[in-house]
T-cell receptor, first 115, second 114 residues
Framework: DSGVTQTPKHLITATGQRVTLRCSPRSGDLSVYWYQQSLDQGLQFLIHYYNGEERAKGNILERFSAQQFPDLHSELNLSSLELGDSALYFC??????????????FGPGTRLTVL | QQQVKQSPQSLIVQKGGISIINCAYENTAFDYFPWYQQFPGKGPALLIAIRPDVSEKKEGRFTISFNKSAKQFSLHIMDSQPGDSATYFCAASTSGGSNYKLTFGKGTLLTVNP
């Protein structure tokens, strides 16, 4: 158990809908990262927050947004969902702001299925 | 643009054998190379990592070999066990700058037969 929690574990929704994925980092970790994992694209970095502030953006669609709250939990909002958004979404956390070298601890993921 | 290329996609090894997974990168600014292990239904977990100032790092049965001039690095699993069956991801990142992120390879599904 990495200490990172994600809810829900599974999510099934329809195209055009909006969903929110939630992540609680390990105790003491200030950074939260979001990743999308699909069979064809592998693990894709979406966005990184450190202590409430956005630090880096990856291949995140404009339909997706995220935030990190004062209690350090984070939410990833996915809107106008398309079939291609079906994937595993992972949250990871680390102690510091340097995503390049800080060990990232991954949560168990949220499996999103868009029908 | 795939900045980290990983091969093979899948690998079957007999118990006690050596598993070798290779990765190649393009960005010469990368200076941190971790390997992650992922079991079904779980998130990836850091296995071992290396920086380019050394050519090899060993932790137990797991060894990373690094070739800076060739821009390649590989994971060797000695005495492979059925419990090692998982998906392995190589990754790379830069430790400096302000927009650093982990770039992952597409993964290798390792099956170790008993």
């Amino acid at each position: 158990d990495s200490g990172v929690t994600q809810t829900p574990k599974h999510l099934i929704t329809a195209t055009g809908q909006r969903v929110t994925l939630r992540c609680s980092p390990r105790s003491g970790d200030l950074s939260v990262y979001w990743y999308q994992q699909s069979l064809d694209q592998g693990l894709q970095f979406l966005i990184h927050y450190y202590n409430g502030e956005e630090r880096a953006k990856g291949n995140i669609l404009e339909r997706f947004s995220a935030q990190q709250f004062p209690d350090l939990h984070s939410e990833l909002n996915l809107s106008s969902l398309e079939l291609g958004d079906s994937a595993l979404y992972f949250c990871a956390s680390s102690v510091g702001a340097n995503s390049g070298t800080d060990t990232q601890y991954f949560g168990p993921g949220t499996r999103l299925t868009v029908l | 643009q795939q900045q980290v290329k990983q091969s093979p996609q899948s690998l079957i090894v007999q118990k006690g054998g050596i598993s070798i997974i290779n990765c190649a990168y393009e960005n010469t600014a990368f200076d941190y190379f971790p390997w992650y292990q992922q079991f079904p239904g779980k998130g990836p977990a850091l296995l071992i990592a290396i920086r380019p100032d050394v050519s090899e790092k060993k932790e137990g049965r797991f060894t990373i070999s690094f070739n800076k001039s060739a821009k390649q690095f590989s994971l060797h699993i000695m005495d492979s066990q059925p419990g090692d069956s998982a998906t392995y991801f190589c990754a790379a990142s830069t430790s400096g700058g302000s927009n650093y992120k982990l770039t992952f390879g597409k993964g290798t599904l390792l099956t170790v037969n008993p």
